[in-house]
T-cell receptor, first 113, second 115 residues
Framework: GENVEQHPSTLSVQEGDSAVIKCTYSDSASNYFPWYKQELGKGPQLIIDIRSNVGEKKDQRIAVTLNKTAKHFSLHITETQPEDSAVYFCAASGNTGGFKTIFGAGTRLFVKA | GAVVSQHPSRVICKSGTSVKIECRSLDFQATTMFWYRQFPKKSLMLMATSNEGSKATYEQGVEKDKFLINHASLTLSTLTVTSAHPEDSSFYIC???????????FGQGTRLTVV
């Protein structure tokens, strides 16, 4: 089955700096890669996603890149703000896995004011 | 985006009792819903896939008699933790998709504490 690895587990940045979180996946048939933000005591909230037919997608301060050949995808947050502090999860899914969403281990992002 | 509502948000129960958690898709129909369990500071672990009108598909290591899933309608799936024990204490989260290969929307989670 699919396995998603995520790094780093913890990331601390200064307000205004950029943050990058990287993930790799194992199943070459996976074709949908969402990123979720989870705040304490709440369910994950989708912040951006990318499909395998696209290499990059951007939404304001958030961008995601995908390298299908290397099976890598990354989240980039620019001009970080304290309210960006949360746990971020990458995930992968595809039809061979029954469209189950498999999550990475998560990255705890701290943005220092 | 679509809204998934989960209820209750918190529940405390005594050992040996059963607890039911509801997951509703409020503005769309979901033939498939997913149930996850999350331990503190850990990732989401998929427990089972809930299919409307048929039996749930459980992940390896998840006891189907312990975690009963019922997906009786296109907008409601329930997870019942039977004969709960303290080790069942956890954060349980459901998700649903409009169609299978689209984004998944998550409920707000249920914090279960078994005392």
């Amino acid at each position: 089955g699919e396995n998603v690895e995520q790094h780093p587990s913890t990331l601390s940045v200064q307000e205004g700096d950029s943050a990058v979180i990287k993930c790799t996946y194992s199943d070459s048939a996976s074709n949908y890669f969402p990123w979720y933000k989870q705040e304490l005591g709440k369910g994950p909230q989708l912040i951006i996603d990318i499909r395998s037919n696209v290499g990059e997608k951007k939404d304001q301060r958030i961008a995601v890149t995908l390298n299908k050949t290397a099976k890598h995808f990354s989240l980039h947050i620019t001009e970080t703000q304290p309210e960006d502090s949360a746990v971020y999860f990458c995930a992968a899914s595809g039809n061979t896995g029954g469209f189950k969403t498999i999550f990475g281990a998560g990255t705890r992002l701290f943005v220092k004011a | 985006g679509a809204v998934v509502s989960q209820h209750p948000s918190r529940v405390i129960c005594k050992s040996g009792t059963s607890v039911k958690i509801e997951c509703r898709s409020l503005d769309f129909q979901a033939t498939t819903m997913f149930w996850y369990r999350q331990f503190p500071k850990k990732s989401l672990m998929l427990m089972a896939t809930s299919n409307e009108g048929s039996k749930a598909t459980y992940e390896q290591g998840v006891e189907k008699d312990k975690f009963l899933i019922n997906h009786a309608s296109l907008t409601l799936s329930t997870l019942t933790v039977t004969s709960a024990h303290p080790e069942d204490s956890s954060f349980y989260i459901c998700s649903a998709r409009v169609t299978l290969n689209t984004e998944a929307f998550f409920g707000q989670g249920t914090r279960l504490t078994v005392v």
